[in-house]
Structure formats: C-alpha cells, structure tokens
C-alpha cells in the first residue's frame, strides 16, 4: 500500500464532502 495513495484517497474524500455541503447551502440558499 502506497501512503501517498491512501492520502490521495482522504483528500478527495474531504473534497467530494465539502462539495456536497455546497451543494446542499447553493440549494437551501436558492429556497430562500
């Protein structure tokens, strides 16, 4: 197992979570 893989893998998690909690503001924001 590579580390520098597996770090590749935690951050695109955290990115793909960040962006759905975007997602979720941009659609409550345009409910508003």
């Given at each position: 197992?590579?580390?520098?893989?597996?770090?590749?893998?935690?951050?695109?998690r955290?990115?793909?979570?960040?962006?759905?909690?975007?997602?979720?503001?941009l659609?409550?924001?345009?409910?508003?």
């Amino acid at each position: 197992m590579h580390p520098f893989r597996n770090g590749n893998e935690r951050t695109g998690r955290l990115i793909s979570k960040k962006s759905e909690l975007i997602n979720e503001e941009l659609f409550i924001y345009q409910l508003i």
